[in-house]
């Protein structure tokens, strides 16, 4: 098996378990911060949004910092399992949740909001549990939403390359995932590999984008 389709089931399996994790807790943040009245909320808000804008090699060089031994994360960790966090699949996961939080948490805070209260007041109003009101109510309305956070999620993992090497490296079958391997393709100017890598995510970002755009105007008529 080569290293590039070692690389690109790694990619596949951290983009997948990120975006999972991400819509399991993102539709809890997201809704406390839709109809949260809290002062605290644009704080949480601003905390959900810094990967925006914040360097990928900053957010990276503090998680490695928390990862190692010598801070209680990775100190916790290590007396756990036995093993660091750093340079591991299990931080890069983690490294991945953070830094894609946004891209799953506020397409589906725009859902939330724009939800108007009448039908969740008139579902309460019948005797219809929390669980109730969620299934039948909250996740019909806000289905693009939730479809959109997932594409979102998934399609930005894929193409990581700050945090997963400050806190991964480059161990192969380990994390070195695609946007590591085309970057040491082209530092060993093998640039017809790192042209097809680089072409084949580009292509499968365009085309995931398309899909749900797709989807969505199709929906709006």
Not at 61 to 81: D, K, R, V
Not at 155 to 166: D, I, N, P, R, S
Not at 204 to 213: A, E, G, P
Request: charge should be neutral; glycine fraction near 8%; aromatic fraction near 12%.
């Amino acid at each position: 098996m080569s290293a590039d389709f070692i690389a690109l089931f790694l990619t596949l399996k951290l983009a997948a378990l990120t975006t999972l994790i991400l819509l399991s807790i993102g539709p809890f943040i997201a809704w406390w911060l839709a109809k949260s009245h809290s002062k605290l909320r644009p704080f949480f808000e601003a905390l959900v949004a810094l990967p925006l804008i914040l360097p990928p090699t900053v957010l990276g060089f503090y998680l490695l910092l928390a990862f190692s031994p010598n801070y209680l994360p990775g100190e916790i960790w290590q007396s756990l399992t036995g093993t660091t966090l750093a340079f591991s699949f299990s931080g890069l996961l983690i490294g991945s949740i953070l830094y894609s939080l946004p891209f799953v948490v506020q397409p589906l805070q725009a859902g939330f909001v724009t939800l108007g209260n009448k039908e969740l007041e008139a579902a309460t109003t019948l005797g219809l549990s929390k669980w109730q009101r969620c299934r039948y109510i909250i996740l019909p309305m806000t289905k693009r939403s939730f479809l959109l956070a997932g594409v979102m999620g998934f399609a930005h993992t894929l193409g990581e390359f700050g945090v997963v090497l400050m806190i991964g490296g480059n161990i192969p079958g380990e994390t070195q995932v695609l946007a590591i391997s085309l970057f040491e393709h082209v530092e060993a100017l093998e640039y017809q590999q790192a042209h097809q890598m680089a072409a084949g995510l580009l292509i499968s970002s365009l085309v995931m984008l398309l899909i749900i755009y797709t989807f969505l105007q199709q929906k709006d008529h």
